[in-house]
């Protein structure tokens, strides 16, 4: 089998981790998802390190089940989850020395169909920037990039676009919390809203969430496409925070997750940042 390779290193890994007691739980994948799908399981004893399995269904991420956690973690991270887990380094929510990555050469998680999944197609980070254990993979060295969407300079085309995608929104939520950033214990657009009241589906409402989360985004977005993937509804609003993160990246030369040593760009201030005028400014150095 053409996983077979990764599989087994990942396992002898786990099987050094566990037996030597360094971490006290390994987050890895299992096979047993709906249409061939790997989902995520908890391995704490090398009894159970038969049903670890790698593959290109390894969908869902692993990094947001570290978030909170205060013991000894192994996680078989992709690229992405290593982005994420960088991030959450950054922003204090997890101490790297509870964290033992294994980090997985990454040539593009598919669907049921064959096709990839959002983003995977054109990532350009395809080996991970920091891990303990590496497996590598060299089919990475071979994949070529689909170039990304972007939206044009017509804004009353962008908006008719967004409109028409936020038609299709039915405000459940998926993309928010298959996100590794939406860590939020209490959401912005659910703050005024009683536990009796449910959410109004309306456009104005649909249209707060969607923007609201694109510039909670700003300067984070490692663009893994999970939300993307989990919307039901087929809402394709990921190039909204897809042009927040090329704005964030031209403006100040930032991408999330790639250097533990950076911090974000929105969290940090210079005297000499760019400052962008609202109606087409110049940059002000």
Same mark, same amino acid.
């Given at each position: 089998?053409i996983?077979?390779k990764q599989?087994?290193?990942? +396992?002898?890994?786990c =099987?050094?981790?566990?037996?030597?007691? =360094?971490?006290?739980?390994?987050?890895?994948?299992?096979?047993?998802?709906?249409?061939?799908?790997?989902?995520?399981?908890?391995?704490?004893?090398?009894s !159970?390190?038969?049903k670890?399995?790698?593959?290109?269904?390894c969908?869902?991420?692993l990094?947001?089940?570290?978030?909170?956690?205060?013991? @000894?973690?192994?996680?078989?991270? +992709?690229?992405c989850?290593?982005?994420?887990?960088?991030?959450?380094?950054?922003?204090k929510?997890i101490?790297?020395?509870?964290?033992?990555?294994?980090?997985?050469?990454?040539?593009?998680?598919?669907?049921?169909?064959?096709?990839?999944r959002?983003?995977?197609?054109?990532?350009?980070?395809? +080996?991970?920037?920091?891990?303990?254990?590496?497996?590598t993979?060299?089919?990475v060295?071979?994949?070529?990039?689909?170039?990304?969407?972007? %939206?044009? !300079?017509?804004?009353?085309?962008?908006?008719? =676009?967004?409109?028409?995608?936020?038609? @299709?929104?039915?405000?459940?939520?998926?993309?928010?919390?298959?996100?590794?950033?939406?860590?939020c @214990?209490?959401?912005?657009?659910?703050?005024? %809203?009683?536990?009796?009241?449910?959410?109004?589906?309306?456009?104005?409402?649909k249209?707060?969430?969607?923007?609201?989360?694109a510039?909670?985004?700003?300067?984070?977005?490692?663009e893994?496409?999970?939300?993307?993937?989990?919307?039901?509804?087929?809402?394709?609003?990921?190039?909204?925070? +897809?042009?927040?993160?090329?704005?964030?990246g031209?403006?100040?030369?930032?991408?999330?997750?790639?250097?533990?040593?950076?911090?974000?760009?929105?969290?940090t201030h210079?005297?000499?940042?760019?400052?962008?005028?609202?109606?087409?400014?110049?940059?002000?150095?």
């Amino acid at each position: 089998m053409i996983w077979d390779k990764q599989t087994s290193e990942i +396992k002898e890994i786990c =099987k050094d981790l566990l037996e030597n007691k =360094k971490v006290n739980v390994i987050l890895a994948y299992t096979d047993g998802g709906v249409d061939g799908t790997q989902i995520p399981c908890f391995v704490k004893d090398v009894s !159970e390190l038969d049903k670890i399995e790698w593959g290109d269904r390894c969908n869902q991420h692993l990094a947001p089940y570290l978030h909170g956690r205060k013991d @000894k973690v192994g996680i078989v991270a +992709k690229p992405c989850d290593v982005r994420a887990i960088v991030q959450y380094l950054l922003e204090k929510q997890i101490s790297r020395e509870n964290v033992y990555i294994i980090g997985v050469d990454c040539i593009g998680m598919k669907d049921a169909e064959g096709k990839y999944r959002a983003g995977c197609a054109e990532c350009k980070v395809r +080996k991970p920037l920091m891990s303990d254990s590496h497996v590598t993979d060299d089919r990475v060295e071979t994949l070529a990039i689909d170039p990304s969407e972007e %939206t044009g !300079e017509d804004l009353a085309k962008n908006l008719e =676009k967004f409109q028409k995608e936020i038609d @299709k929104c039915i405000l459940c939520f998926s993309c928010r919390q298959a996100c590794y950033g939406c860590y939020c @214990k209490n959401c912005f657009i659910e703050r005024d %809203t009683p536990d009796w009241q449910p959410t109004e589906a309306d456009a104005g409402t649909k249209m707060t969430f969607h923007l609201g989360r694109a510039m909670h985004l700003s300067g984070r977005c490692i663009e893994c496409g999970s939300c993307e993937s989990a919307c039901a509804s087929g809402v394709n609003v990921r190039y909204i925070i +897809k042009e927040v993160t090329k704005f964030i990246g031209d403006t100040y030369e930032y991408e999330a997750g790639m250097s533990e040593e950076t911090q974000p760009a929105m969290l940090t201030h210079a005297f000499d940042d760019k400052e962008i005028g609202f109606l087409g400014g110049d940059h002000h150095a």
